[in-house]
């Protein structure tokens, strides 16, 4: 069945960019039935979905953080990406990767990773 | 302050029927299907409900949604220890330009 896998730096610098990359195995990204999302929880808080992206590199951002973030798929590695610039400590937070359906359901979720920032 | 609001916390003993409610609006769920997500502690949240109603394969039938206008509501029968958890409720909404939202999660407390 698919599985979903975040990957990226341990921790994060102030200012900087945080970059995570989603690796898809058991199945395709390119369908063009499925959306691929970034949802984050911060440190005991509830869900923020951060925006997704079609395997044909639409993009829909979080209106909230629109101006930082960037996603981005590479269907030859069957992976997508998310970047999300100028980061202070209220980034912090643990990011998921999702895999989504046509009505905004997360059908499968990535195990997440936490990136914490901090100087 | 979530879009969607949620009680922040629900209870119920074993055997026991339990349902968390979910309010939003006609930005969200008044016109688009609600999603539930389970997240035991520790882990990545799981997808309970879809589409106001529908199970996933595997999710038992204990779970079940419905929705009405603007509001949703989540039950669980037959509680188990198990269930103890938090529980989203979740929409995409129109205003904005669009966004998806979550409600701020109830924690459910087997006692």
């Known amino acids: 069945q698919v599985q979903l896998q975040e990957s990226g730096p341990g921790l994060v610098k102030p200012s900087q960019t945080l970059s995570l990359t989603c690796t898809v195995s058991g199945g395709s990204i390119s369908r063009s039935d499925y959306y691929w999302s970034w949802i984050r929880q911060h440190p005991g808080k509830g869900l923020e979905w951060i925006g997704y992206i079609l395997y044909s590199g639409t993009t829909y951002y979080n209106p909230s953080l629109e101006s930082r973030v960037t996603i981005s798929v590479d269907t030859s590695k069957n992976q997508f990406s998310l970047k999300l610039s100028s980061v202070t400590a209220a980034d912090t937070a643990v990011y998921y990767c999702a895999r989504g359906g046509p009505t905004w359901y997360m059908d499968v979720w990535g195990k997440g990773t936490t990136v914490p920032i901090s100087s | ?111």
């Open chain 2, 1 to 111: 302050q979530s879009v969607l609001t949620q009680p922040p916390s629900a209870s119920g003993t074993p055997g026991q029927r339990v349902t968390i409610s979910c309010s939003g609006s006609i930005s969200n769920i008044g016109s688009k299907p609600v999603h539930w997500y389970q997240q035991l502690p520790g882990t990545a949240p799981k997808l309970l409900i879809y589409n106001n109603n529908q199970r996933p394969s595997g999710v038992p039938d204990r779970f079940s949604g419905s929705k009405s206008g603007a509001s949703a509501s989540l039950a669980i029968s037959g509680l188990q220890s198990e269930d103890e958890a938090y529980y989203y409720c979740a929409a995409w909404d129109d205003s904005l330009k669009g966004r998806g939202v979550f409600g701020g999660g109830t924690k459910l407390t087997v006692l």
